[in-house]
């Protein structure tokens, strides 16, 4: 009986996560997932479904990998108490309750920055990887005065910090130290925590560099522990890499007993090597605007960014995007920086780079092994000749963007193949989610295309970003056509008071018919006719594949309201730019 209830009947809302995803059950022996130990079994019976009810996510714990560590980490407990009346999350004692914390990091401009406060709270997580999380609390004028070296980039140092046990005990060793006082509370024998060690700049400049005419790439030097160190970039080793980031040493100082034949650095020890991300005012994006910017660059931008830390308060859903809004490719103040030309480990080779979520929000680079890395010692002969190219490791969330750029860590074919269609894919997902956006969010959308066309019109954007301009102007243009006849029939009462803020007045129709008419006025009536014609299987025409012809088929049948795929087919050029225009 039960399956002839729709998948939208049988959704449940959880308003403790949000409106984004829906739990329906399900029979246990159809999910076929490759998760092994069920945190709660109880949950083994319960399937995800996107606000759209086009996408299943198979399983519990699907679910709480995903969704859950991107959350905010007090929804966790309510979502159990809610569905189970189970608590899984409770405060317990801890040794460093009570005790100073401080963090310090080396910022864009080489200056050292810090937050110091008190480890508040102390809770046993409902996630066994996890283990312990701690709340610190940030003493005030130190959260002002990190705010102040942050403020034209966006980002908001919280008044609380939730870390996890290695970084607390880290924060923690370092004010001990600090205060003359080291290893008075010391961590468990078995821990290995991270000391990041801040280096003074001696110099940052661009220079001309072979194999790369007439562009100026950076080189740094730093000074840690008597050493001189040189960040140079240039031709990476690795074929088709592009520039690359190589390390050289000298000593510079008296080394008082210790050799300085090598730079030593044994694991857990990193040297900060400045930010990778924000660098520039307006690197820090929305989730959402993110995705629809790299749909528009085919992925590129998703080369360099990084998702925030799950556990900053104020960058929730957010997404730290270095990228260039017209070229997708690295922005202008990102070329000046050196951490941005690091490549990637082959996955086989231990990264020497480090990327990490400050507890103060950005994400930096650290040079050394990490706590969890099989190799004891990173060692460089310190004679300024020897040099070693630097490498991180995005791990397997990284993937779908190795294959973009033609290369992988895939050697199984059919796995492999299975990757390629899901990249295929994601495109006309993403398309058909803009149907489940609210009116903030598709406003967002809209200006952001409003100001990305408005300030360059044509002049950087290759074809085939102009083209997929085209897509999400029809797609946000049809999502705000359906929001605001949706807004009509409601009472007033029913109206949430941003979307009647958002929508009210028809600005947003307006603006998104004005754009549509410019985006549609570069196109010659036969080009995208000729592109509505192609199918998947067609040869390649220029910039443009069949796929994207796919994806303009699957829009135009929806803005259109067309049912038949023949109608398409027989539709003549003048027809189409009409009524396109007219949606």
């Not at 102040?148 to 290695?166: C, Q, T, W």
């Not at 074929?239 to 857990?268: I, M, N, Q, W, Y």
């Not at 797609?475 to 949706?486: F, G, M, P, Q, T």
């Amino acid at each position: 009986m039960c399956s002839h209830v729709s998948v939208e009947e049988k959704a449940q809302p959880l308003p403790e996560l949000g409106a984004a995803y829906r739990f329906m059950s399900v029979d246990p022996d159809s999910l076929h997932h490759s998760f092994s130990e069920p945190l709660v079994p109880e949950l083994a019976c319960f399937c995800l479904v996107n606000r759209t009810f086009n996408k299943k996510i198979r399983g519990y714990e699907a679910y709480l990998k995903t969704i859950l560590r991107s959350a905010d980490e007090s929804r966790v407990p309510k979502f159990y108490q809610k569905l189970l009346g189970i608590d899984v999350c409770s405060e317990v004692d801890h040794p460093l309750l009570g005790t100073r914390f401080l963090q310090k990091w080396f910022d864009a401009e080489g200056r050292t920055q810090e937050i110091e406060g008190m480890v508040f709270s102390c809770r046993r997580s409902w996630d066994a990887d996890v283990g312990y999380k701690f709340t610190i609390k940030v003493d005030k004028d130190s959260c002002v005065e990190a705010n102040r070296s942050y403020e034209n980039l966006g980002i908001i140092v919280p008044e609380k910090l939730e870390l996890d046990e290695a970084e607390t005990w880290s924060g923690c060793a370092l004010a001990q130290h600090e205060a003359g006082m080291p290893g008075r509370i010391p961590p468990p024998a078995n821990m290995i925590i991270h000391g990041y060690a801040i280096p003074k700049l001696l110099c940052h400049t661009l220079e001309e560099v072979t194999g790369f005419p007439g562009k100026q790439l950076p080189r740094r030097r730093i000074k840690w522990d008597g050493f001189e160190l040189t960040l140079t970039v240039k031709e990476s080793g690795i074929p088709g890499g592009g520039a690359g980031v190589f390390l050289t040493c000298r000593p510079v100082s008296s080394h008082e007993g210790k050799s300085a034949d090598f730079l030593e650095l044994p694991r857990g020890t990193l040297i900060d090597l400045g930010p990778y991300a924000p660098l520039a005012r307006g690197d820090l994006k929305s989730n959402h605007i993110a995705l629809l910017k790299s749909f528009i660059h085919d992925g590129k931008p998703e080369m360099y960014s990084f998702s925030c830390s799950p556990d900053h308060h104020h960058h929730h859903d957010m997404v730290f995007d270095i990228t260039d809004d017209y070229t997708g490719g690295l922005h202008e103040s990102a070329q000046r920086h050196i951490t941005p030309y690091v490549n990637e480990t082959d996955g086989d080779v231990d990264a020497t780079v480090q990327a990490i979520n400050m507890p103060s929000g950005a994400v930096h680079y650290y040079l050394g092994y990490s706590r969890g890395c099989d190799q004891s010692m990173f060692r460089l002969a310190a004679d300024g000749v020897t040099e070693v190219e630097l490498k991180v490791d995005y791990g397997d969330s990284y993937e779908k963007n190795r294959i973009r750029n033609n290369y992988t860590r895939i050697s199984d074919k059919n796995k492999l193949a299975l990757f390629q269609e899901e990249i295929l894919k994601d495109d006309e997902e993403f398309l058909e989610e803009l149907d489940g956006y609210d009116a903030k969010e598709i406003c967002e959308e809209l200006k952001f295309l409003l100001d990305l066309w408005n300030n360059n019109a044509t002049r950087s954007f290759c074809e085939k970003a102009r083209f997929r301009i085209l897509l999400l102007t029809l797609a946000v243009r049809y999502r705000i056509s359906c929001l605001s006849k949706s807004l009509e029939e409601a009472s007033v009462a029913d109206i949430p008071s941003e979307e009647e803020l958002t929508l009210s007045s028809q600005h947003a129709e307006e603006s998104s018919k004005s754009l549509l008419e410019s985006v549609l006025g570069h196109w010659k009536k036969d080009r995208l006719h000729s592109i509505l014609s192609r199918h998947e299987d067609d040869e390649d025409d220029g910039e443009l594949h069949g796929s994207d012809s796919e994806l303009f088929r699957v829009v135009a049948r929806k803005v259109l309201e067309i049912d038949r795929e023949s109608e398409l087919d027989q539709m003549k050029c003048e027809d189409l730019q009409f009524r396109l225009l007219n949606i």
